[in-house]
């Protein structure tokens, strides 16, 4: 089963609009981060937002913010005042706690993504 | 601080040939995580070092290999070339510390395989 699921492979939105991009997540761990990264087309990943699963907090980062909803284990990034800049593909991943891995960190894994592109 | 870089950036090789790629991490970081990025598979985990060991590993075959050096400063290597391993490398560095941490990732390597 895919622990990251993204449903929307496209998206298209208006210059200045808001926009949601879908993640959901399936871990048994109960220590566990979520992180949206935006990848342009150089291929460089940008790290965006970060939502570990202890906050209570919706996370934000300036346009950016997660709409973190642990009981449906979905990781939503919400970006404000799209702007042209923002196209690009959005990946969402979960990085799971040391416990399962004898001390060591969890790889990040990743979901298939969402490619967004932003009409002026 | 300077970001992760990588190098080269850049690889056309052929069938059978060897490459060896370098991460160089974020001054500080000593865990380096390496990815292989491709339009069929997607992003898949290769393996991670922290403090000159492997701490982790993907489900690749054993052409895959790499190390840290006492700087933190990581190599990948693959031997054997297929064309099946074009592809996008991504190295990522974090500091390697708490439960669960961000990684920061250098532009990658785009790697041909003719």
């Known amino acids: 089963a895919q622990k990251i699921t993204q449903t929307q492979p496209g998206m298209f939105v208006q210059e200045k609009e808001a926009v949601t991009l879908d993640c959901t997540y399936d871990t048994s761990d109960q220590s566990y981060g979520l992180f949206w990264y935006k990848q342009p087309s150089s291929g460089e990943m940008i790290f965006l937002i970060y939502?570990?699963?202890?906050?209570?907090q919706n996370a934000t980062e300036g346009r950016y913010s997660l709409n973190f909803q642990k009981a449906r284990k979905s990781a939503n990034l919400v970006i404000s005042a799209s702007q042209l800049g923002d196209s690009a593909m959005y990946f969402c991943a979960m990085r799971e706690g040391m416990m399962n891995y004898g001390g060591s960190q969890g790889n990040l894994i990743f979901g298939k993504g969402t490619k967004l592109s932003v009409k002026p | 601080k300077a970001g992760v870089t990588q190098t080269p950036r850049y690889l056309i090789k052929t069938r059978g040939q060897q490459v060896t790629l370098s991460c160089s991490p974020i001054?500080?970081?000593?865990?380096v995580s390496w990815y292989q990025q491709t339009p069929g598979q997607g992003l898949q985990f290769l393996f991670e070092y922290f403090s000159e060991t492997q701490r982790n590993k993907g489900n690749f075959p054993g052409r895959f290999s790499g190390r840290q050096f006492s700087n933190s400063r990581s190599e990948m290597n693959v031997s054997t070339l297929e064309l099946g391993d074009s592809a996008l490398y991504l190295c990522a560095s974090s500091p390697g510390q708490k439960e669960v941490e961000t990684q920061y990732f250098g532009p990658g390597t785009r790697l041909l395989v003719l």
């Open positions: 939502q570990g699963s202890y906050d209570e």
């Open positions: 001054s500080g970081h000593r865990s």
